[in-house]
């Protein structure tokens, strides 16, 4: 985009505004190193909010995160948490305001401070807890889940203000998590702690991805949640396998023969009763797939219908864990018990209960040879969906637009943020987007995670666009 500013089609955004975007990107960019700096100083901080890992790391990371808030003229700022269901302490989430002017809406920004832990370290080309920047793209463990996020709601605000001055009104809120990555255990206490604290008419969730890197993204499906496990058992206790093999199966031949019933000879899920469409705006070449997913060579992709609605509209279910005697302390015994976590990602418009009761169906309808199974339900989360329709939907696809240059794409993301589901229970008249600063090769939970730099700074300046439109304009498009 060349223009100054950006008038905006009625037919799309409402009232039509002018908006002096060159403004904005000159203020993004003069700013742009430092922001880059910031995030790099955040990645140094190893804040895991796992029990295993130093609790004063996760400290230290609040901490800086506030200093940053403050540090943007933010007075407000406050680190809370709230206890978990064993009495000890959540992670500490940051949270801050400036108040709405009369007349103005108040918007949430929301990205989470904790970060994975970084796995084998000898799958790094370089220090996780160091930021290298490479080939235009900034490695680190957080680098691009979730600290990216944290710096473009920051550096969005700090253009808007500069530019704007004291005609910016807008009533902004950041909620910085610190325990999103260890499954957000006080998230729901927290809401109905600071219900109040924390309300608002639009809320941005910066945890999502980009379409590609050079396209940006509006989140608009998220696929919904559930785990559990089940257990196969056939014996009372080991036995000889060759004093007894023979006559019974053991165990974790039985769980494999039940593992396999849950697909079909083309892998799509085989569990009676669960929601599933091949309704997506946009796809993904098989091509793409594979080199996004690093699927080796000859392996068939399993499924029918498009690669986007076997991602983001249909179920998928894998297992993830399985308790079995390793290999290398197994003894010449028949096994007599086995167990295997399932997780099941849900297509929009799917009841978690209603799954969670299929796959228990599931499970004790096909138990192999008789054999005894018990099911454990675990986790669940909803599914979401954006109106699009609404003024803040339209407003965010403009501003990606604009930012980046080239039209925006509403996509879904195969994965769950179940704590939406809570936002959407707690606040059911506010609208919720779903941004990010990721793309296809960010890696984030994986070794080498990485942000691409360019399409950061594109993201904070269509976030800066966003605020200087609800400020203009409101919600009354």
Known sequence: MTSTSAEIPQNQQGNPGTINVEALRQAVNSSFDRTVASLKDLVAIPGIAWPSFDPAQLERSADAVAELV??????????????????????????????AAPGKPTILLYAHHDVQPPGDSALWESEPFTAEERNGRLYGRGAADDKAGIMAHLAAHAAVAEVLGSGFGLGVTFFFEGEEEAGS???????????????????VVADSSNWKVGVPALTTSLRGLVDGTFEVRVLEHAVHSGMFGGPVLDAPTLLSRLIATLHDDDGNVAVAGLVARDEVDVDLTEAEYRADASVL????????????????????????GIDAPAVDVASNTLIPSARAKFSMRLAPGQDPQSAMDAMRQHVESHAPFGARVTFTPGE????FSTDTTSPAARIAMWALGES???????????????????????????????????????????????LHLEDFRHAV??????????NAEGLGG
């Open 185 to 203: 255990p006080t998230f729901r206490t927290f809401l109905e702690t600071h219900r109040e604290l924390l309300r608002a008419d639009v809320i």
């Open 70 to 99: 403050r540090a943007a003229g933010i007075e407000d700022v406050q680190i809370l948490r709230c206890d978990k269901e064993d009495g000890t302490p959540g992670g500490p989430a940051v949270v801050a305001r400036r108040q």
């Open 380 to 383: 669940s989360g909803n599914a």
């Open 297 to 320: 060579n000859g392996v068939r992709l399993a499924g029918s219908g498009t690669i986007a609605s076997r991602l983001w509209t249909k179920p998928a279910l894998s297992i993830i």
């Open 404 to 450: 980046w240059g080239v039209k925006a794409v509403e996509m879904g993301i195969g994965g769950s943020i179940p704590f939406i589901a809570d936002l959407t229970e707690m606040y059911p008249e506010v609208q919720i987007l779903v941004t990010g600063v990721e793309d296809p090769d960010s890696r984030a939970h994986s070794a080498n995670e990485s």
């Open 461 to 470: 300046l269509a976030e800066a666009l966003m605020l200087a439109r609800l």
